[in-house]
T-cell receptor, first 115, second 114 residues
């Protein structure tokens, strides 16, 4: 079975500061890993995904994430936070195919940007 | 805009009733997924269809059912509704099966059961 743990239900950073959202996963097969963002009253938008091509994945809006197999982590970072980054962020894991192709999501991290 | 269209956007209904949520996937996508988002359970995978056939089931209640039609749109039927079914229901789609495919989400259907 797969699972995702997001550390910190709320993260607060100052505008211009580094954003770090933590995600650890558990998977019995080589994982596909995703970060999605949900703005208020909107659907989920894909930020980036890891599919084993490269351990450092770059996404939209200057977000990136690094896959660390030894630590089973896939933390999301952004060098400089903007007010528009305030949203809910979800880490998700998908299997290697067969059975359920749906994603298993973490409980989400609410990112707060302080002016 | 993800290209996934869901209707209705908001729905209020009474306990015991039945509702149908509709989803049109992105053009060219053959796989459709349904998810439920609630405050206590978070985002839960319900069911997946691929090219008209059920491919995978997640935490879907027996009171819920879904189908994917030949034109690839999908419907999620929720019956004997309970207060606890109040949630945001997402439809999502991807080109093919397999978890490596990017899954695109619609904006969701808000269901309130009173």
């Amino acid at each position: 079975a797969q699972s995702v743990t997001q550390l910190g239900s709320h993260v607060s950073v100052s505008e211009g500061a580094l954003v770090l959202l933590r995600c650890n996963y558990s998977s019995s097969v080589p994982p596909y890993l995703f970060w999605y963002v949900q703005y208020p009253n909107q659907g989920l938008q894909l930020l980036l995904k890891y599919t084993s091509a490269a351990t450092l994945v770059k996404g939209i809006n200057d977000f990136e994430a690094e896959f660390k197999k030894s630590k089973t982590s896939f933390h999301l970072t952004k060098p400089s936070a903007h007010m528009s980054d305030a949203a809910e962020y979800f880490c998700a894991v998908g299997g290697a195919g067969g059975g359920a192709d749906g994603l298993t999501f973490g409980k989400g991290t609410h990112l707060i940007i302080q002016p | 805009d993800s290209g996934v269209t869901q209707t209705p956007k908001h729905l209020i209904t009474a306990t015991g009733q039945r509702v149908t949520l509709r989803c049109s996937p992105r053009s060219g996508d053959l796989s459709v997924y349904w998810y439920q988002q609630s405050l206590d359970q978070g985002l839960q995978f319900l069911i997946q269809y691929y090219n008209g056939e059920e491919r995978a089931k997640g935490n879907i209640l027996e009171r819920f059912s879904a189908q994917q039609f030949p034109d690839l749109h999908s419907e999620l039927n929720l019956s004997s509704l309970e207060l606890g079914d109040s949630a945001l229901y997402f439809c999502a789609s991807s080109v093919g099966p397999g978890a490596g495919n990017t899954i695109y989400f619609g904006e969701g259907s808000w269901l309130t059961v009173v």
